[in-house]
């Protein structure tokens, strides 16, 4: 909160990152309500998957392309450009009143360029944004974590009470002067970065050999802290576990349910209290909860999974909420410190790099062992899906007693 106060830089930056993310995600529920309505509403939802998904795993190689860049702030304000300029025309394009898959297919595609744009600036702008922060990358990181779950946790409310209100041509014109928002954002602050962006040092020309190399030696540096590698492994292995909370426990309440609530608002309280949790825990992750050691934290997120699991044999719902609420504010404070804990060890040509694989690393793998997971749930019965997951707590546990990190 202090950094945000203070920093002038980063403050734009972020709010940028608020209005951005707000439009984004307006535009995609909005999306998703529009194209229920037709017969190809099937294949519009896997379309729109897709266009999703794509620029996730396709951050390896933007990642890697980032870091060769110079001229970054001229190249992060043209892309805002040509976001802006992409949606707008999309708003004339949607204006036709005949929608058809082909405009779905064009939506997709904008969608997919776009999304894949924010991933090579964001991986661009990374060491920036480190020297931006300075000393104060904790609680930075976060005061952004948190007050990201707030704004996804608005804008989907929001986008709620819209749907049918306006329509999707005003949600993507909406969308598109969110990009004109945070281009301005940057124009504004354009010199303080650029003046950054000079004490960079970028050597090597972008070649296809120069690019399997700058990987290969990213892997290296980052191979090279054993201690991270740990780290981000239990990441991303919490993520699975806090990934699988929702479908399982939809799971139970179709046979245990809670009480006097349907299985739909048993659900909606669960997400609010893991998206509470979540922001809590970011929030007080650079404050009050600051000296608590990383290896500590670990030890309590594997605590808390083997009590989830727990609930989930024992069919008990109130305890699930109680441990849920636990485990998401300890997820919330171990982010930051990942972040502050990487990009302060490694070199900042290959930050971009690094970010992408761990984005990777850290959304991908979790979301495809999500899947086997609840399609493993869904085949047998919830129980019987407790046992590998109870492996799969004891590796995590023996992975953190094996880290030599405070």
Not at 193 to 203: K, P, S, T, Y
Not at 231 to 258: D, E, G, K, R, Y
Request: aromatic residues 10%; proline residues 2%.
């Amino acid at each position: 909160m202090n950094t945000f106060l203070t920093n002038k830089s980063y403050r734009m930056l972020l709010i940028n990152q608020w209005v951005s993310s707000f439009g984004d995600t307006l535009f995609y529920i909005s999306f998703i309500s529009y194209v229920s309505g037709y017969k190809f509403a099937s294949l519009a939802v896997l379309c729109i998957t897709v266009s999703e998904t794509l620029p996730q795993i396709s951050q390896l190689f933007t990642g890697v392309i980032a870091d060769f860049q110079k001229n970054r702030v001229a190249k992060y304000i043209a892309i805002l450009a040509s976001k802006f300029l992409l949606y707008t025309l999309l708003t004339l394009f949607v204006a036709d009143k005949n929608f058809s898959m082909g405009m779905v297919l064009l939506i997709c595609g904008i969608n997919l360029l776009s999304d894949t744009m924010s991933y090579f600036a964001g991986a661009m702008i990374s060491p920036l944004y480190v020297r931006i922060i300075g000393d104060d990358m904790t609680d930075a990181m976060g005061f952004r974590q948190a007050t990201a779950g707030v704004v996804n946790i608005l804008s989907n409310l929001i986008g709620g009470v819209l749907i049918g209100v306006i329509s999707l041509q005003m949600f993507v014109g909406l969308n598109a002067l969110t990009f004109l928002f945070a281009l301005l954002g940057v124009v504004l602050i354009r010199t303080s970065l650029r003046d950054i962006e000079g004490q960079m040092e970028v050597g090597k020309r972008l070649t296809a050999k120069s690019f399997g190399e700058h990987f290969l030696h990213s892997m290296k540096i980052l191979s090279s802290f054993p201690a991270i590698i740990k780290l981000i492994f239990i990441a991303a292995m919490n993520q699975v576990i806090l990934s699988i909370i929702t479908p399982l426990t939809t799971l139970m309440l179709i046979h245990h349910p809670f009480i006097f609530l349907d299985t739909g608002q048993s659900i909606a309280v669960l997400s609010v209290v893991i998206f509470s949790g979540t922001i809590v825990g970011s929030f007080l992750s650079g404050s009050i909860l600051k000296n608590i050691p990383i290896k500590m934290i670990a030890y309590f997120e594997e605590i808390m999974h083997l009590c989830i699991l727990f609930s989930w044999l024992t069919n008990q719902f109130l305890l699930l909420l109680a441990v849920v609420f636990l485990c998401a504010v300890a997820v919330g404070m171990m982010g930051p410190r990942i972040f502050n804990l990487v990009f302060s060890m490694v070199p900042e040509e290959v930050m971009g790099t690094i970010q992408s694989v761990l984005g990777v690393f850290n959304v991908v793998v979790p979301g495809i062992l999500s899947m086997l997971i609840v399609a493993l749930a869904s085949a047998t019965n919830l129980k019987t899906t407790v046992i590998p997951l109870f492996i799969f707590v004891l590796t995590a546990l023996a992975i953190v007693r094996a880290m030599k990190i405070e």
